[in-house]
């Protein structure tokens, strides 16, 4: 079993809905990040956060440390979100490595249609 | 602030060829890391650099790949003899931790 598990995979979109990507993971962590990666590679740090909730944009995370559970929303959606969306946790010590022990999930592919 | 260069974007080898890859990270970083992402995966650890020593390498990184940090400045990941399973796309992020990772465009090397 992943130590981070997203869901889903796949997710197909009209322009203007309410997106909801969800992350679950299984270890002890110090933060958990979600990345937004476009067509050809380029990873986009948009939030770090340890607990609660973020804001930044049209763009919500939520983290739940007791049921190890995380949430990033999207609200307005638009077809330039569409995109490659990576849950990814900070657990020193984890099969991550380094000082951070970053461990990614698998992404979530978004396309959101016109 | 310029961002975390790699360089080149793309390279296509054949197998048993050596190739160099190389990463200029965000100047004031003092952490430097290494991914390698297959084709619908998350990015797996490679090997993390904290100035320029290396303090942790995955065991997915073979006697065949090497990386330095020479000076704590820019990074190089060398591959020899490679193999068609070496095909992915090879990401450097740096940070100034606890900052969240700064990430490049990454490498798409391809063995032929």
Redesign the interface.
């Known amino acids: 079993k992943n130590e981070v598990e997203q869901s889903p995979q796949n997710l197909t979109a009209q322009e203007g809905e309410f997106i909801t990507i969800n992350c679950s993971y299984s270890v002890g962590i110090s933060a958990l990040h979600w990345l937004q990666q476009h067509p050809g590679g380029g990873i986009v740090s948009l939030f770090m956060l340890s607990s609660g909730k973020k804001k930044h944009g049209r763009l919500i995370a939520t983290i739940n440390i007791q049921e190890k559970h995380s949430s990033l929303h999207i609200t307005a959606s638009h077809p330039r979100d569409s995109a490659v969306y990576i849950c990814a946790v900070s657990s020193p010590g984890g099969s991550g490595g380094g000082a951070d022990g970053l461990t990614f999930g698998k992404g979530t592919h978004l396309i959101i249609q016109p | 602030d310029t961002g975390v260069s790699q360089n080149p974007r793309h390279k296509i080898t054949k197998r048993g060829q050596n190739v160099t890859f190389r990463c200029d990270p965000i100047s004031e970083h003092n952490?430097l890391?290494w991914y390698r992402?297959t084709l619908?995966?998350?990015?797996?650890?490679?090997?993390?650099f904290?100035n320029e020593a290396q303090?942790?390498k995955?065991r997915l990184l073979s006697d065949r790949f090497s990386a330095e940090r020479p000076k704590g400045s820019f990074s190089t990941l060398e591959i020899q003899r490679t193999e068609q399973g070496d095909s992915a796309?090879y990401?450097c992020?740096s940070?100034l931790?606890?900052?969240?990772?700064?990430?490049?465009?990454?490498t798409?090397l391809t063995v032929t």
């Open positions: 952490r890391y992402q619908g995966q998350g990015p797996e650890f490679l090997t993390y904290q303090l942790e995955s796309m990401l992020a940070s931790s606890p900052s969240p990772l700064h990430f490049g465009n990454g798409r």
